[in-house]
């Protein structure tokens, strides 16, 4: 008998396995909002632009090669991306207290980033993630040899807001050390994020509680249509000066999900051991896949370091992309909700009831991709969530 007849089946992933049964429904009618992925009005898959303009010049360009990046991957793409996320005057750059290595995008960041923590701050040392979150983060912080992560409260059902109480509450409750994952902005799945003066009091209680903030940015740009406004949490609190990490993919924002091109940022209070950081953080590379994939980093550095083109991606991605999100939809607390997510508040057997009568597949939390919505479909999911309901 082989070894490996005794490997039992994994459970599938929460989102992943949607799509399989999706895409195996023969129904002509199916519409998918549990996709991750920014569509046209159609539905198809779009390239920007800018980035064929710029995939078109790589391929033609003579120097052009498939030579290996070092582990920590395109230098230029990492200086952009560290700009792009901290901002140019950030005080991490001035004072030289940040290391910044390309990752496999946003979920490669978080991979990376806590297999180091595991390995230099402790590998007790407790994760807080905010309740819900994406679902793959209690998977990425385990199998970086973490223990399981613990739950902030984060998301209020009644209020459809913020749940600002608990989620200080838990915060104050966790160990010194703890390092606390944060989304950046357009949390996933509720689409809530805190305002600025409550990102001021979640600052203060990971200050007094000296805990270790982890950002996670998949959709800079995707809140407020602008990347700096996006970056405001990350950015106040890289001013107050504490030891953070920050992970950022370019999946969403330049639509490079299958590219994989993303960052990750060591922040130190102090400065000093940038050598140090460095040097483990390839270490780790190096066993975990050598180097990173380069197509996407130099299309993504391009587009970063070309003031023209860097505002051709402003105008076609985040401004267009935006409108198009509105387009669908008038059902007021989504449009309030941002980013590619919404909460519908539907309950889990109102969500398998829309699967069997009506072939449109959604998270069981009732989580939609706006993305999954067309012209064509946004009717008849109306119509569905209707009967759902009633
Ligand atoms: N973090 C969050 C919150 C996400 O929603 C996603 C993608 N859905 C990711 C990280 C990782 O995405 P990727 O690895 O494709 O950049």
Not at 89 to 115: E, I, K, W, Y
Not at 135 to 155: A, D, I
């Amino acid at each position: 008998p082989s070894i490996f007849n005794t490997v039992p089946v994994a459970p599938p992933d929460a989102i992943l396995g949607l799509n399989t049964q999706y895409r195996s429904d023969p129904s002509p009618n199916k519409v998918n909002l549990g996709v991750g992925a920014y569509r046209t009005a159609e539905g198809q898959p779009y390239v920007l632009p800018v980035v064929r303009r710029v995939e078109q010049a790589l391929a033609n360009d003579p120097t052009t090669t498939h030579e290996y990046l070092p582990q920590d991957g395109l230098k230029q793409f990492c200086d952009l991306s560290a700009n792009l996320i901290l901002g140019p005057d950030s005080p991490a750059l001035v004072d030289n207290r940040s290391v910044t290595v390309q990752a496999l995008s946003g979920t490669g960041a978080l991979r990376v980033g806590f297999t180091f923590v595991a390995r230099f701050l402790s590998s007790e040392t407790a994760v807080y993630i905010p309740k819900p979150s994406w679902s793959n983060h209690k998977n990425v912080v385990v199998q970086s040899g973490l223990p399981p992560t613990r739950e902030y409260r984060y998301f209020d059902y009644g209020t459809g807001a913020v749940d600002m109480e608990g989620m200080i509450e838990d915060l104050k409750a966790a160990p010194a050390g703890s390092m606390v994952l944060l989304h950046g902005c357009a949390h996933n799945p509720t689409g809530a994020d805190p305002t600025h003066e409550q990102w001021e009091q979640v600052l203060k209680v990971v200050q007094e509680g000296k805990l270790v903030p982890f950002f996670d940015n998949a959709y800079q740009g995707f809140a407020s249509g602008s990347l700096q406004m996006d970056a405001w949490s990350v950015r106040r609190f890289v001013k107050a000066g504490l030891d953070m990490m920050v992970g950022q993919s370019y999946a969403k924002n330049m639509g490079l999900y299958g590219e994989r091109v993303g960052a990750l940022t060591v922040i130190s209070s102090e400065g000093g051991n940038n050598e140090g950081i460095r040097s483990q953080l390839k270490a780790i590379i190096r066993a975990m896949y050598s180097n990173p994939p380069k197509h996407g980093a130099m299309v993504a550095a391009r587009i970063l370091g070309d003031t023209e083109m860097f505002a051709e991606w402003m105008r076609e991605k985040l401004r267009g992309a935006l409108v198009r999100i509105g387009t669908p939809g008038n059902w007021d607390h989504i449009v309030n909700q941002i980013g590619m997510f919404s909460f519908t508040g539907l309950t889990a057997a109102q969500v398998e009831f829309m699967k069997d009568k009506y072939h449109i597949y959604m998270t069981s939390n009732g989580r939609i991709s706006m993305a999954g919505l067309t012209d064509d479909t946004v009717e008849y999911v109306a119509e569905a969530m209707k009967d759902a309901v009633v």
